[in-house]
């Protein structure tokens, strides 16, 4: 439901906020199009309650603009939410497959890669799951970081950092 949404996105708001430690963060909505009237009956109800909501509310974002960084939060429904990201998590580790594949192919290549190997490192970070540890499940009584079905160590070793700054958020949040 539309409400659902705004619901989701004051969590995802106060979650990016508190834990993060970004300020004002941009939200946004996914959705087919970046215009107003885009998308469904869900779509364009929740538009109309996230342009009220007082939260930083930068409008609809296409799914090939999320990558970028266009916003901080992205607001979907669970089903579109989750195409989202195993389209994503597989686009980012073919890509990396394909690129070793070329800087694998002659000597040129792999100099080339070496040459290049700090950016490389840093791309695949940022496009590496395991980096994160998992998504905070926001509105619960005590901070519950879900961790992906195929984790590995570091992926798990990532969750626990994330559950702990998050409980220290929430620890500093009652204080106040």
């Avoid at 106060?14 to 939200?27: G, T």
């Avoid at 490389?120 to 499940?137: F, N, T, V, W």
Wanted: hydrophobic content about 45%; some cysteine.
């Amino acid at each position: 439901r539309p409400e659902m949404l705004l619901q989701f996105a004051r969590l995802g708001s106060a979650y990016m906020e508190s834990v993060m430690e970004i300020k004002n963060p941009r939200v946004a909505l996914l959705n087919n199009g970046t215009e107003e009237t885009k998308g469904g009956e869900l779509q364009l109800a929740a538009y109309a309650l996230l342009k009220e909501s007082g939260l930083n509310f930068i409008g609809n974002a296409e799914a090939r603009d999320v990558p970028g960084g266009v916003c901080d939060v992205l607001v979907a429904d669970g089903f579109a939410g989750n195409i989202v990201l195993k389209l994503t998590e597989g686009v980012a580790l073919n890509m990396m497959d394909m690129l070793k594949d070329i800087f694998q192919k002659n000597i040129i290549t792999k100099l080339a890669a070496a040459l290049v190997m700090p950016g490389l490192r840093q791309m695949k970070s940022r496009m590496d799951y395991s980096e994160y540890g998992g998504a905070p499940i926001l509105g619960l009584q005590r901070p519950v970081i879900k961790a992906h079905g195929s984790s590995n160590a570091k992926a798990i070793k990532n969750a626990v950092r994330q559950a702990m700054a998050f409980a220290k958020a929430v620890d500093a949040e009652r204080e106040v």
